[in-house]
């Protein structure tokens, strides 16, 4: 007996893994910032609170996240694509 399960659209799954990946991201930045909060100031007072954290982490974190996010689901597309295609070939056999 064959699987009827369907697989779904790749944009549905790279929504997914950049919405994962980000809330990853925040948590990360969360855990980080509390823990440099923490720690014994250093001269740089500007840096000393959520503000300055929040803005580096958007400015630079967030987009390095998504740049290699974004890479890795290039490389999957490209390594997904031949099965996708083969997988709807082989559904539209079994329609008819």
């Known amino acids: 007996m064959k699987s009827s399960i369907r697989l779904p659209k790749f944009w549905v799954l790279a929504t997914a893994q950049i919405v994962l990946v980000v809330a990853c991201a925040v948590v990360w930045f969360y855990f980080r910032t509390v823990a440099y909060l923490a720690g014994p100031p250093d001269p740089d007072t500007y840096a000393w609170n959520w503000g300055?954290?929040?803005?580096?982490?958007?400015?630079?974190?967030?987009?390095?996240?998504?740049?290699?996010?974004?890479?890795?689901?290039?490389?999957?597309?490209?390594?997904?694509?031949?099965?996708?295609?083969?997988?709807?070939?082989?559904?539209?056999?079994?329609?008819?």
């Open 52 to 96: 300055f954290q929040l803005v580096a982490f958007a400015i630079v974190w967030l987009p390095a996240f998504l740049v290699c996010t974004g890479i890795l689901l290039v490389i999957e597309r490209a390594a997904l694509t031949p099965y996708y295609h083969a997988r709807a070939l082989q559904v539209g056999r079994h329609v008819r």
